[in-house]
């Protein structure tokens, strides 16, 4: 049974940092591509940052140079390291994994950017 869970959200202030991390059961994990995406209410589900299963990363304009991905292939983890977040940062977070047809997602994790 495939797991992806996803912790390290919550409350922050504007400037203020976070960390993601999600957690992959029931995969090779070294297979697989890792993402985060993220959604708010109304709005399509877009990708903030994935990582391939050789260690490239991609990055959505709007969080380059504030976020950070990276996996743990030994703990089989991906975190998501964010920096100088901003209101617009307010979302659902998602983990993904996907390899070929298999694309498996997590529950999310809510982080909350606000004064």
């Known amino acids: 049974q495939v797991q992806l869970v996803e912790s390290g959200g919550g409350l922050v202030q504007p400037g203020g940092s976070l960390r993601l991390s999600c957690a992959a059961s029931g995969i090779i994990f070294t297979h697989y591509a890792m993402g985060w995406y993220r959604q708010v209410p109304g709005k399509q589900r877009e990708r903030v940052a994935a990582?391939?299963?050789?260690?490239?990363?991609i990055y959505a304009d709007s969080v380059k140079g504030r976020f950070i991905i990276s996996r743990d292939n030994a703990k089989n983890t991906v975190d998501l390291q964010m920096n100088s977040l901003k209101f617009e940062d307010t979302a659902v977070y998602y983990c993904?994994?996907?390899?070929?047809?298999?694309?498996?997602w997590g529950q999310g994790t809510k982080v909350t950017v606000s004064s």
């Open positions: 990582i391939t299963s050789g260690g490239i990363t």
């Open positions: 993904q994994s996907k390899w070929g047809p298999y694309d498996y």
